[in-house]
């Protein structure tokens, strides 16, 4: 009995001993390739939102997404309290491919609200979703709203604000 107890602990210790430490070096190693591959995921996640992004915005014309045209207030309406006349959409369209610039709409359509909000009168065609305010950097507001009456929008041009109003 003493024997095989003296003798079975140093058997034991001795071949453990080796067999673990070459273990701990492959194992460690091994785990930390694993772990690289995992930062891919993240990188998915990334992707995933980006394609939940709307990728195709809904465009009203080529150069202008309609949510550039909706009533910018802040919660009285839900952007739309009415839609967009599709004439004065093409007509800002060949406003803006006609000086090949960008082209800013500062205000769509509007609700009642958001109207009385900015100062708009009453019978404004803003309400309508038949006028816009936009302007263009780099182009007057003389040149730009030349150009808007030679697209056959009705124009009033704002020059101290530096902006015009275009409507149907
Ligand atoms: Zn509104
Ligand atoms: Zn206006």
Request: aromatic content about 8%; charged content about 20%.
């Amino acid at each position: 009995m003493l024997f095989l107890k003296s003798l079975s602990p140093k058997r034991a210790e001795n071949p453990i001993i080796p067999e673990t430490s070459p273990a701990e070096e492959t194992e460690p190693a091994t785990p930390e390739k694993p772990g690289e591959p995992a930062m891919p995921p993240p990188q998915d996640s990334d992707s995933a939102p980006a394609s939940t992004e709307e990728k195709a915005p809904l465009m009203a014309t080529p150069h202008f997404a309609m949510a550039e045209y909706q009533c910018d207030c802040t919660g009285y309406c839900d952007g739309w309290p009415c839609a967009m006349a599709p004439e004065l959409l093409e007509k800002i369209e060949a406003l803006r491919c006609s000086f090949g610039r960008p082209v800013i709409i500062t205000s769509g359509v509007r609700c009642a609200a958001r109207n009385e909000e900015v100062g708009g009168v009453s019978w404004s065609f803003h309400k309508r979703g038949c006028a816009a305010d936009l302007y263009c950097p780099g182009v007057s507001v003389g040149d730009l709203a030349a150009g808007a009456k030679d697209c056959g929008l009705n124009v009033l041009p704002y020059y101290s604000s530096g902006y015009i109003h275009v409507e149907i």
